[in-house]
Structure formats: structure tokens, C-alpha cells
């Protein structure tokens, strides 16, 4: 479902807003060697205010995905770039402003869908298939300043390293594999 972005053109008022600015900006098209994946809150209806479009992307060289991003969206609004480590894992990430939207694109040298992002957002998505009453708590609890996957554990009563905890939970569930990791 979350292979491309049409599906965001029979969401609600806001995925109609974010499919407008991906498709302004092309930036799926302009990425396409990094197979980019928007994933994050946006996409399955849990977003607030200030969520913003997170695409995740494989990317095996910095240097090269660095000279991209900087030629592509180097003028927009509040642009930078950096490379850090998450989980002993080198990533890099670039943020700017574009359509009434924060963009983040988040790439690290990994399939997309073997990245937690994508992962979370699988698990968040079916988890709220299975209990739709999750949906507003959970926005509610974001609302407050809590981060999403901590906001699903507090609700469920999940005890432990939120962004670990769910990724178990999605492999108990059956949602996702443990081939995936």
C-alpha cells in the first residue's frame, strides 16, 4: 500500500495537502534511484499540526546523495544536511520547507523496507486497523508532545524501549517479519 503515494488522493484534508507538495516538488521521481518511501504519520492518519513528510531512502553514498539533495532542494526554505549515527547505523539526513510542509529525508545504506520507519509505520498502521479507537488517543497524546511509537506503547501498556517494543510486537503480531530485520 505504501509503494507509492496515490493512495494519499482518497485520504483526508491533509494527505490531499502532502500528495499536492510531493507532486510539485517530484521529488519521489527525483529520488527514484533511492526507492524513497514517504513514511511517518501523514500517511496513516495520525499526524498533528507539525508532523512532516518523512521519506526514508536507501543510500549507499553520502557524497553522491549529498551533491543530489543540495542541487535539488538547496534553496528552499530552512535546508540542511547531515550525517549521523542512529543505532550505530550512519545516516543522513536532510530537512527544508516546501508547500506548507517540513520535509525530512532520512537515508541510510539499507532496503527501505528493512528501516524502522517503514517497520513502525506498518505495525502503527495494522495495530490501528485492529483497534481504530487507538487512532485518537494517540493523536491526543501527540497533541501533548509525546513522539509517536512512545505514544502507541503508553496506550497499550508496552513496557520497554518503544521503537524496539513495537518492532517485537510486529513480529508476535505477524505483521512483520523477523527475515525483515
Known amino acids: 500500500m505504501f509503494h507509492t503515494i496515490s493512495y494519499l488522493k482518497q485520504g ?26 514517504l ?26 546523495f549529498k551533491t543530489s539533495v543540495i542541487r535539488l532542494y538547496g534553496e528552499h526554505e530552512a535546508f540542511t544536511i547531515k550525517q549521523i549515527r542512529i543505532r550505530d547505523t550512519p545516516v ?11 520535509f525530512e529525508l532520512f537515508g541510510q545504506a539499507k532496503p527501505v523496507h528493512e528501516q524502522y520507519a517503514y517497520l513502525h509505520m506498518t505495525i502503527e498502521y495494522h495495530l490501528l ?12 497524546l501527540k497533541r501533548q508532545g509525546m513522539k509517536t511509537e512512545p505514544a502507541f506503547c503508553e496506550i497499550l501498556g508496552i513496557k520497554g524501549d518503544p521503537y524496539e517494543r ?5 513480529i508476535e503480531k505477524g505483521i512483520i517479519e523477523w527475515k525483515t530485520l
Request: charged letters at 30%; proline letters at 4%.
Open 39 to 64: 513514511c511517518g504519520t501523514i500517511p496513516i492518519g495520525i499526524d498533528v499540526e507539525d508532523s512532516d513528510l518523512d521519506i526514508i531512502l536507501k543510500v549507499n553514498d553520502f557524497n553522491h
Open 92 to 102: 543522513i539526513k536532510t530537512n527544508f520547507h516546501y508547500g506548507g510542509f517540513e
Open 166 to 170: 513495537l518492532i517485537e510486537i510486529g
Open 129 to 140: 486497523k485492529e483497534v481504530p479507537k487507538l487512532r485518537e488517543k494517540v493523536i491526543h
Open 12 to 37: 483526508n484534508s491533509r494527505q490531499h495537502q502532502a500528495y499536492k507538495a510531493i507532486k510539485q516538488l517530484n521529488i519521489m521521481k527525483d529520488l527514484m534511484d533511492y526507492t524513497p518511501i
